[in-house]
């Protein structure tokens, strides 16, 4: 009799470990569910901040290269940029 009772004592420790296991299992399932989810964010994220900041570096070269035309406009003068024709005034008095 004994026996019996010790087996039946074993068999639902045994279930009680099963069920605690079960449980845990599923928890890491979502878990790693869960994980992935955050890292499809994660990567959407940073797909979108690469092609940002790919924008960025085009504005900032057409900004350097307008920069770079400003500043050798300035330094060839202005008189080469446009030509000055002297102005002549006539006035014709009748």
Avoid at 4 to 11: A, G, M
Avoid at 14 to 23: F, K, P, V
Avoid at 71 to 92: D, I, K, M, R, S
């Amino acid at each position: 009799m004994t026996t019996i009772k010790s087996l039946r004592t074993k068999q639902k420790e045994d279930e009680r470990t099963l069920t605690a296991s079960l449980s845990r299992a599923e928890k890491a399932e979502k878990q790693v569910t869960d994980l992935k989810a955050q890292l499809k964010k994660a990567n959407e994220i940073e797909k979108k901040n690469t092609e940002r900041l790919k924008g960025m570096y085009k504005i900032e070269a057409a900004n350097e290269a307008l920069r770079r035309e400003k500043e050798t406009a300035q330094v060839a003068g202005p008189n080469t940029l446009y030509h000055v024709y002297p102005c002549y005034a006539f006035v014709f008095v009748c």
